[in-house]
């Protein structure tokens, strides 16, 4: 997962939800606020940085 720093999976899954939640709250705030267009437009963004961008800790061939 590209947004962690950690390499070790029972970090990952103790943290994933309350990384969905604040970004599922972060989402509908933003949509209460602005139009359902740029919601989309936000939740986009969010979903393509969180997959696509490599994190900060990542080394190559580094052993997980």
């Keep these: 997962m ?3 720093v950690v390499q ?9 939800p309350i990384y969905l939640a604040s970004m599922g709250y972060l989402i509908q705030t933003v949509s ?3 139009n359902d267009s ?4 936000f939740m986009l963004i969010v979903i393509i940085l969180s997959l696509f961008l490599k994190s900060q800790g990542y080394k190559e061939n580094e052993r997980a």
């Design 2 to 4: 590209s947004f962690f």
């Design 38 to 41: 740029f919601a989309i437009l």
């Design 8 to 16: 070790d999976l029972r970090y990952i899954i103790a943290i994933l």
């Design 32 to 34: 209460l606020k602005i």
